[in-house]
């Protein structure tokens, strides 16, 4: 399910994937083409990552840290969407 979803999204201009696993996770699988900022780097340091013009697809293995993370960030503004597994 995931893979559909992803193939659907990755070609859009302006959209970009955001793994926040830990590093270690991240190294193990990921989806091609995203980046990976860990959820306490991102959520504390969102200003220096992110930009309000983009549209941010937030992903996690499991989806709590992907879920909280989108609240939080779509509160301040930012374009977020849970790119669930």
């Known amino acids: ?3 559909e ?3 659907n999204i990755k070609n859009k201009r302006n959209i970009i994937i955001i793994d926040v ?3 270690y996770e991240y190294s193990k699988w990921h989806l091609p083409n995203s980046i ?5 780097e991102l959520i504390n340091n969102y200003r220096l990552y992110l930009n309000k013009n983009n549209i941010y697809y937030i992903y ?3 989806g709590k840290l992907s879920k909280r993370l989108v609240v ?3 509160y301040l503004g930012y374009n977020t969407i849970m790119l669930e597994s």
């Open 1 to 3: 399910m995931i893979k």
């Open 5 to 7: 979803k992803y193939f």
């Open 21 to 23: 696993q830990d590093k």
């Open 36 to 40: 990976n900022i860990p959820y306490d």
């Open 60 to 62: 996690c293995k499991s």
């Open 72 to 74: 939080v960030l779509n």
